[in-house]
C-alpha cells in the first residue's frame, strides 16, 4: 500500500542521496547497436539539469547499473555524479557496496529503478522511486511513481520532488538563475 503524501513527503525529506539506474531510468531503455558494438543512449537534457540542480544545493546523487558503458562514465562526469558502479547485476549487492563507499545509511537513500532486478537493492532504502514506464511490480514497491517515464524526464521530476520536500527548491532555482560574482554586467 502506497504512503499517503504527507508520509511519502516525510520520507522524501530525509533522502541523502539519490541512487540511480541508467537504462530505463536515465535512458529511455533503448540500446542503439552499431557494427562495434554498443554505440549510444539516449539521456534527457530535463533529468541532467534536475541532478544539477541537486548538486547545486549538496543533494548528492550516484549511478548503479548492471551494465557498463564509457558512455555513462562521460553523463555522470558531466553532471558531476560520484561514485558511479557499473557492472553490478546483483544491485543489492552493489548498493551494499556503494553504502560502504559513501558511509550513507541505507534509510536516508533513495533508489530510482524501473525493472524486477532493481527491486532488492530497493527494498533496502527509505524512499523508492520509478519511472511511469517501470514494470508493474516496481511501480507497486515505490513510494512515488513519476508521470514521466524513464529518459523522458521522470529523474526531473523526482529531484524537483525530493528538493521541495527538504525545503531546497527556491534555493536551487536561486543558485541557477543567480550568475556568481563577477559575470555579467
Known sequence: MKPDASRMRELAR???LLVLD???VLTDGG???GAEGEA???FDVKDGHGLVLAHLV???????TARRSAIVEKRASELRISPVLQGFRDKKAGLLELLAMTKVRASRVGYVGDDINDLPAMSLVGFRACPSDAAAEVRRAC???AKAGGGRGAVREIVELLLKAQGKWA???TAVVTPPPGVGR
Open 40 to 42: 549510444l543512449k539516449r
Open 31 to 33: 540500446l542503439y547497436y
Open 143 to 145: 513510494h512515488f511513481v
Open 14 to 16: 530525509q533522502v541523502d
Open 171 to 173: 534555493e536551487a532555482l
Open 22 to 24: 541508467v537504462d530505463g
Open 58 to 64: 549538496g543533494l548528492r546523487a550516484a549511478i548503479l
